[in-house]
């Protein structure tokens, strides 16, 4: 806890002047922020058939922790079960290998992915040609794009010929990835350049990781198709990496957090819970660069201003919550160092002003508490969550939020994601220690 701080109130120029039940002007809403409630609706028309409405679970024992009903939304559930036409197009052109055992799609950034991949599918069809897609991921969006490209190459892009993918002065090689993944990576140059042919692969999908990131992610992205070229663990490493990739590659930089098209597809997450939580009070959403946060906000918002919106964040990664006690974007100065490694990033121009307007609070957990709350859901929901994931369910059991008015009995907490590192299990602590 922050020892009961609590950022001051961003004034909010559509709230001034809203009553009690009063719903802000859908213009006014469209005019301040890149995404807005028709652009998610249209996302959710786009992505309906392709991802699975995550179901909404109850622990008691988060229940009586937290002094409130819980409702956890679980994005980590979200499948690739409901793309079996496409798997199978994609098995009868002998293109599976490596990445079908991966069933799990990367929770809620697959939704961004795919409603921003197809929209390029779109735009290609006017004669616009996509060579490939690129982006810079910790794991969970790298891993959505990628699986969103081939699926979406499979159902909607002409196979072309097998191309030829090159890499020069990109990035860093990763050691030895063929003997730790297989010969299913292609990756930055060194001494020369790697060059590698991925038979019937429509579109090309470029992830810059970092790299300290997690070997499961590593692998998860590999498998469902990604090209990897690490980079050093900070945005300003991030975003140069792949800017020149976007320019080696002459492919189209779909951003992983900024990209309107992402956060409305994500803001589908905010349309199902009002839909499966209609008495929803609040609702605590884990936030990195904010793409998620900002897409359920702005869904949420616009139908039910009463709705809390809260943002929960590392202590060591606290962007969000300085930008808001600012009142101005305050990026992290260095690269964090937490568990929660898929929100290391910043905030950015996009997502910025609707946490600015519409988050109604920051809270910052420790790296204790991040570890103690990802135990309690392995232990007592049986949920294998991924550290980020935790970090929601650690606010609401923070004593800051639990100071929270008793009147606020019905909070969502987002599962974000379940790609959790099973050969680093020492972050979850001794034994005894969520007891």
Known sequence: DRGGRKPPRSPSPW????VAGEKPEADKMLSQFCVSLASIQAAQSVIAGLVQLTPVLTNSTLDRRAERQIFLKCELFQKT???KKELQMLENRGDTEGWRNSAGAAASKIRGALNAVSSLVERGKGGSEVRAVVTHSSGNHGQALALAARLQGAARWTRPKAPTLTLDKIGTPLANCN???GPHICAGSGEGRIT???PGMSVPSYVV???TAPACKKAAMVGYGAILVECEPSDQSREEAASRTVSETQGILVHPNQDPLVIAGQGTVGLE?????????AVVVPVGGGGLISGIAVAIKTQRPDVKIYAAEPENADDCYRSKRSGRLTPNARPPVTLADAVKTSIGPNTWP???DLVDDVFTVSEQEIQSATRLVWERAKLVIEPTAGLGVAATLSRRFRGLPAGLRNVCVVLCGGNADLDSLRWLGAPGEAD
Do not use: A, K, M, N
């Open 81 to 83: 079960g409901s793309f």
């Open 15 to 18: 709230r001034r002047g809203l």
């Open 179 to 181: 003997q730790f993944f």
């Open 196 to 198: 590698r042919t991925i």
């Open 354 to 356: 609707v946490i600015r």
């Open 209 to 211: 990781v970092p790299r």
């Open 273 to 281: 819970i009002l839909q499966q939580v209609p008495d929803v009070q």
